[in-house]
C-alpha cells in the first residue's frame, strides 16, 4: 500500500513516546508564556501590530510576486536598509524566513568544489542549507575553533565557516571571534546565523556579532530571522553589498519564493524603530534569563548558563521531559519541549525562553511551578 511504511513509523513513534502534535493557542490564554521566542514582548505591541496593519492596508495582504517581478516594495527596502544600518552591515536582504534565509546564504557561498565547516550544534535550517550546497561539508565539534582550523586545512578554493550565534537548544554562545580568526587564517568565509542573538545581544540589541566586533566585516555574513526579537515573521541576510547583490542573483530561496508579506515588513520595522528607541529592552532580556537560571539551579535544578535569553534546563528522560511540561502547563506554564529527534545529543530538556517584559512576580511563579512539577 502506499504509504504504509508510514504506519510503522508511527508506531516505533508512540512506542518511543515520541509523538508530537499540534495545540492551537487561543488568542486570550492564561497561560505565562516561558515558551515563545518573543524575547522582547514585541509580538503584541500596539506599534508594532499597527505596523503590520497598516502595511496591509497600504500594500495588501499579500506581496504578489516574487521580490524579482513584484514581490518587492518600498517598505520591504526600507527595512532592508534600517536592518543592515541597525546592525553595522553594508547591506540586506529580507527573505519569506530566517529557514529560507539560511539556506540562501550557505547553498549560495557554497558553489561546487567548496569546503563548508558546520558547527555540530547548528540549527536544522543551516544543515539543511549545507545538505542543498553543492560544496562538501564537514562537522566541526561544537564551538571549537581549531576544530573549524583543522577542517579547513589543505582545502584550496572557496571555504565558508557555518554556525549560530547563540545556539537554539541550550541557548550557549559560539565563540565568535575564535571563530572568525581560523577563518581568516585560511581565507575562508563566515556565515553566523544570528538568530538568537538580535534583539537581545550587542549594544541594544544589535546582535552578537555587532558586539565580537564582526559588523561590516568583508568576510562575515550573518543571517537573521524577523520572528523572534522583532515579533514578526521572515528573516535576512546581512553583509557587504557584493555578497548581498551575489544572492539576489543566484540565491533560489530568494529568486523562486513569494517575497514577504508586508504586514510583516510593516510589523518588523514597527519593532526595529521601538528598540532603537528603547535599548534597554535588550539588556532586559537577558538580566531576566539570568535571575530565571540563578533561581533555578538554586533549587537543585541542573540548567545551563545562559548567553542571552534561552534557559535550557535538563530532563532525566525524554517522558519525564514531557509529562514536565505537561505537568507546567496544567499548573499554568507554557515552557518549551526539547527531545530527540530535535536534539542531536540525546538530552532531553525543558526549554526556557526570558522576556523582557517578564515582571519579577512572573519569574518567581515560573521558577516556582517548574521546582514543584519536577519529575
Ligand atoms: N535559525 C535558528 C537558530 C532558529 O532557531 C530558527 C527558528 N527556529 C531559524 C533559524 C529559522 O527562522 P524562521 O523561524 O524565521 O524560519
Redesign the pocket.
Known sequence: MAFGWIDEQAELRRRAGLVRALRPRAADTPLLDLAS?DYLGLARHPEVTEGAARAARTWGGGSTGSRLVTGTTELHAELERELAGFCGFEAALVFS??????LAAVTALAPHGSRIVSDAG?????IDGCRLARGTTRVAAHSDPDAVRKALDGHHGPAVAVS?T???VDGDAAPLTGFAAACREHGAGLVL?D??GLGVLGDGGRGAPYAAGLAGADDVVV?V????SLGS???AVLGPARVIEHLVNAARTFIFDTGLAPAAVGAALSALRLLRREPGRAARAGEVARELHSRLTATGLEAVRPDAAVVSVRAPSPEQAVRWAADCRAAGLSVGCFRPPSVPDGVSRLRLTARADLSGAEIERAVRVIGETRP
Do not use: E, I, R, W
Open positions: 521566542n524566513s530566517g529557514y529560507a534565509a539560511n547548528n540549527h536544522a535550517s543551516l549560530d547563540v545556539f537554539s546565523d538568530a538568537h543571517t530571522t524577523l520572528s523572534k515573521q521572515g528573516g
